[in-house]
Protein backbone atom coordinates (compact mmCIF):
# COMPACT_ATOMS: atom_id res chain seq x y z
CA UNK A 1 0.00 0.00 0.00
CA UNK A 2 2.67 2.51 0.88
CA UNK A 3 4.44 1.79 -2.35
CA UNK A 4 1.29 2.03 -4.25
CA UNK A 5 1.01 5.67 -2.84
CA UNK A 6 4.35 6.69 -3.41
CA UNK A 7 4.06 5.75 -7.04
CA UNK A 8 0.79 7.95 -7.62
CA UNK A 9 2.21 10.80 -5.50
CA UNK A 10 5.43 10.58 -8.07
CA UNK A 11 3.15 10.40 -10.87
CA UNK A 12 0.94 13.31 -9.81
CA UNK A 13 4.58 15.02 -9.34
CA UNK A 14 5.24 14.39 -12.55
CA UNK A 15 2.54 15.83 -14.34
CA UNK A 16 2.68 18.46 -12.41
CA UNK A 17 6.22 19.15 -14.06
CA UNK A 18 4.96 18.30 -17.63
CA UNK A 19 2.08 20.95 -16.84
CA UNK A 20 4.15 23.79 -15.60
CA UNK A 21 6.82 22.82 -18.27
CA UNK A 22 4.42 22.93 -20.51
CA UNK A 23 3.16 26.47 -19.48
CA UNK A 24 6.55 27.79 -19.73
CA UNK A 25 6.88 26.88 -23.11
CA UNK A 26 3.66 28.81 -24.07
CA UNK A 27 4.55 31.63 -22.48
CA UNK A 28 5.55 34.38 -25.06
CA UNK A 29 8.56 36.10 -23.80
CA UNK A 30 9.63 39.57 -24.29
CA UNK A 31 12.85 39.89 -27.06
CA UNK A 32 13.78 43.31 -27.27
CA UNK A 33 15.50 42.73 -30.26
CA UNK A 34 12.21 40.84 -31.63
CA UNK A 35 9.82 43.07 -29.95
CA UNK A 36 11.15 46.61 -29.93
CA UNK A 37 9.82 48.99 -32.95
CA UNK A 38 13.21 49.09 -35.46
CA UNK A 39 13.98 52.56 -34.71
CA UNK A 40 13.90 52.26 -31.02
CA UNK A 41 17.41 53.26 -29.09
CA UNK A 42 18.97 50.69 -27.56
CA UNK A 43 19.15 51.06 -23.48
CA UNK A 44 22.47 51.99 -22.42
CA UNK A 45 24.15 49.52 -20.16
CA UNK A 46 23.62 49.67 -16.47
CA UNK A 47 26.08 52.74 -14.42
CA UNK A 48 26.32 54.87 -17.79
CA UNK A 49 22.88 56.63 -17.15
CA UNK A 50 23.24 59.98 -15.37
CA UNK A 51 26.48 60.44 -13.43
CA UNK A 52 24.26 62.63 -10.87
CA UNK A 53 21.56 60.00 -10.32
CA UNK A 54 23.01 59.03 -7.13
CA UNK A 55 22.92 62.95 -6.15
CA UNK A 56 19.92 62.96 -6.92
CA UNK A 57 18.16 59.35 -5.38
CA UNK A 58 15.62 59.79 -2.77
CA UNK A 59 16.14 56.17 -1.86
CA UNK A 60 17.57 55.39 1.82
CA UNK A 61 21.17 53.33 1.24
CA UNK A 62 20.60 52.47 4.56
CA UNK A 63 17.05 50.58 4.51
CA UNK A 64 16.82 46.96 5.33
CA UNK A 65 16.86 44.75 2.16
CA UNK A 66 13.51 43.92 1.43
CA UNK A 67 12.36 39.89 1.41
CA UNK A 68 9.05 39.02 0.47
CA UNK A 69 7.30 37.14 3.12
CA UNK A 70 9.14 38.24 5.73
CA UNK A 71 8.15 41.33 8.56
CA UNK A 72 10.40 43.73 10.28
Not at 5 to 25: V, Y
Not at 42 to 49: I, M
Amino acid sequence: RQVEEELQEQEFLDRCFQEMLQEEEERDWFVPARDLPQGAAPLPPPGHGDPDILSKSTLNPDAKEFVPGVKY
